[in-house]
């Protein structure tokens, strides 16, 4: 009870991190880290599968880890990784973090310097010891103690929204359980769908506070109640997610709703709206003096303020409050909008299903068209397809077709941008292809003046149609690198091409601000999930979410026009 995917992730990810530090058999630090990434992109909860034999069935989950995932969700702990901790204290894996830092440095600090934690670091490098380590130098050394100096560990760290999410829920679930209690919602930046989580706000309408507080301290995936009153808790997860839980009388719900979602910027601009009209509005609700005008529903406040109501996603003083009051909010797109997904892949390169389940799966989505944009052969890109396996893709997909009834595939690819622009398969290719979906997969570090030339260099190409994961970040793991995404908006609103909002959960790519900008400057969007299984087309919800976040209506997305509206469009060029 209480181990959510993402600790099961977590371990192992923590165990691949440690074998790496102890130098051992790179096979097997990778399939602990692949087993993570499966275990992570899970959209089911392992803890209500059956058991070892249903997590062996995961792609990427052999016996031996299917067995350690039964050992941790049925004990809480593992062994292995237990036993790797005593060998290498958690202090010394916060080290990878710093630039530079590999798992070779690592021990090599370990070894050479006794060096096992950012405090040992400090001292050495204040010592001048480590630039005297062989693959070391001055440069390194220098890049070390300024990030030291920046930064302290486990400080800002903000979880995917996706991850937060699988915590809120069953909390949620778990609070409204509880006897004499009415209601429960989830508030804060988790209900505006903000791509990354600091904590978590539940409010609750409850007959007791303390009471409801009781219960959330014996609520088993608690760490901690750090404080507790009678209408206000505070407590910390065992992921270290801390909580905040209020609980608000009825007719003060829907103003508290309001007040607790934000964003803070949002509520100051409310609340100067309501003084600006002789009015007061706080969490108990939008007042006239001392007489109540609303507060039991946020359409209620709205409306008493003569705004339409503004969905959470919006609410981050970006115009909002204004166009509120103007009757002029975009209608945002719905998951319903979608009619296909432009970007899937399937186990001819490095997804896990087959064509056909894809397909299936797909319409179980209620889609009437995906592309198949398995990734192209380059360098270091995995079981990618040349000329030659994308045409037999392409018959199979053919043929498919023919016997598919409300359905079609689109032929497509996710071809890799080289470093100097060119594109990894040449144009007589990418003609015959429905959808040519480019990426970066490598080179992040290059200047902003090179990135930005390099992505130019690759839009000009004839027969693109998509750039995909439009600025390379990985949610709290990489940075977005260094581009202008003013230069490359022109290129693709001049060219007509489209930019992707990736729903996979770790990217969110691109981010809100960036879609709004492309929404305002009439630039398409492919909201898309870049599933790698059939359990993963539901990336397309998060996706989705994010192009609301972007004020994207359904006819700024490309995918809610049917396949021959896309093909159209795309043709065009
Ligand atoms: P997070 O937790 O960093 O992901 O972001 P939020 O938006 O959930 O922020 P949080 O948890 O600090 O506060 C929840 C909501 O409470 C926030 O969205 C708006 C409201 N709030 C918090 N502090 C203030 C404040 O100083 N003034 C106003 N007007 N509202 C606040
Ligand atoms: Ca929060
Ligand atoms: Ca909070």
């Given at each position: 009870m209480g181990i959510h995917n993402a600790d099961v992730a977590d371990a192992f990810d923590e165990i691949g991190d440690l074998l790496a530090i102890e130098g051992e058999n790179p096979f097997r630090i990778r399939a602990y880290r692949r087993a993570a990434r499966s275990v992570r992109a899970l959209p089911k909860p392992l803890a209500e599968m059956r058991g070892a034999e249903d997590y062996a069935a995961i792609p990427g989950i052999g016996e031996d880890l299917a067995g350690k995932i039964a050992e941790l969700i049925r004990t809480g702990h593992l062994e292995t990784l237990e036993r790797l901790r005593r060998e290498v204290p958690p202090q010394t894996r916060e080290l990878l973090a710093l630039p530079g830092l590999g798992p070779v440095r690592v021990r090599a600090l370990m070894k050479e310097l006794a060096v096992k934690s950012r405090a040992d670091l400090s001292d050495a490098l204040a010592a001048g010891r480590v630039a005297t380590l062989p693959r070391f130098g001055a440069g390194l050394e220098a890049r070390l103690k300024e990030a030291l100096a920046r930064s302290e560990p486990g400080t800002t760290r903000r979880l995917p929204l996706a991850v937060a999410a699988q915590y809120a829920g069953p909390l949620r679930e778990y609070l409204a359980s509880v006897p004499g209690v009415s209601r429960v919602e989830i508030a804060g930046s988790v209900r505006r769908g903000r791509d990354t989580v600091g904590d978590l706000d539940l409010l609750a309408s409850a007959a007791s506070g303390t009471q409801l507080f009781a219960a959330l301290k014996r609520y088993p995936d608690l760490r901690e109640l750090s404080a507790s009153g009678t209408t206000k808790a505070s407590a910390v997860l065992r992921n270290g997610l801390q909580v905040d839980v209020r609980v608000v009388a009825p007719q003060s719900f829907g103003a508290a709703l309001h007040y607790f979602t934000g964003s803070k910027e949002h509520n100051i601009r409310m609340r100067r709206l309501a003084q600006s009209r002789g009015l007061k509005l706080s969490e108990y609700g939008l007042f006239r003096g001392s007489r109540r005008l609303a507060g039991e529903s946020e359409e209620g406040l709205y409306r008493a303020l003569g705004l339409r109501f503004i969905p959470p996603e919006l609410r981050e003083d970006r115009g909002e409050i204004e166009a509120a009051g103007r009757d002029a909010l975009p209608?945002?797109?719905?998951?319903?909008?979608?009619?296909?997904?432009?970007?899937?892949?399937?186990?001819?390169?490095?997804?896990?299903?087959?064509?056909?389940?894809?397909?299936?799966?797909?319409q179980a989505q209620n889609l009437s068209y995906i592309a198949i944009t398995d990734h192209a052969k380059h360098l270091g890109i995995v079981h990618g397809l040349d000329a030659q396996r994308l045409a037999i893709q392409a018959e199979a997909i053919e043929a498919l077709n023919e016997r598919l009834r409300g359905f079609r595939i689109l032929k497509g690819a996710e071809v890799d941008i080289l470093e100097d622009g060119r594109l990894a398969l040449p144009d007589a290719v990418l003609e015959r292809l429905d959808v040519v979906v480019v990426a970066v997969h490598d080179h992040f570090g290059l200047s902003e003046a090179r990135q930005t030339s390099r992505l130019l260099r690759a839009l000009e190409r004839p027969f693109v149609s998509i750039l995909a994961h439009p600025s390379g970040r990985l949610i709290g793991e990489r940075e977005p690198y260094a581009f202008d995404f003013d230069k490359v908006l022109d290129a693709v609103s001049e060219r007509g091409g489209c930019l992707e909002v990736n729903g996979q959960p770790t990217r969110l790519d691109l981010d809100d601000g960036h879609i709004k900008a492309a929404v305002e400057r009439g630039v398409l969007l492919s909201v898309a999930s870049d599933a790698h299984s059939a359990d993963e087309l539901v990336n397309l919800d998060g996706a989705v979410r994010q192009a609301r976040r972007g004020w994207a209506r359904p006819r700024d997305v490309l995918n809610t026009r049917t396949h021959a509206g896309v093909r159209a469009l795309l043709r065009k060029r």
């Open positions: 209608t945002l797109i719905e998951r319903g909008d979608l009619k296909g997904d432009l970007h899937v892949h399937t186990n001819a390169s490095d997804g896990l299903d087959t064509l056909e389940r894809m397909v299936a799966a797909a």
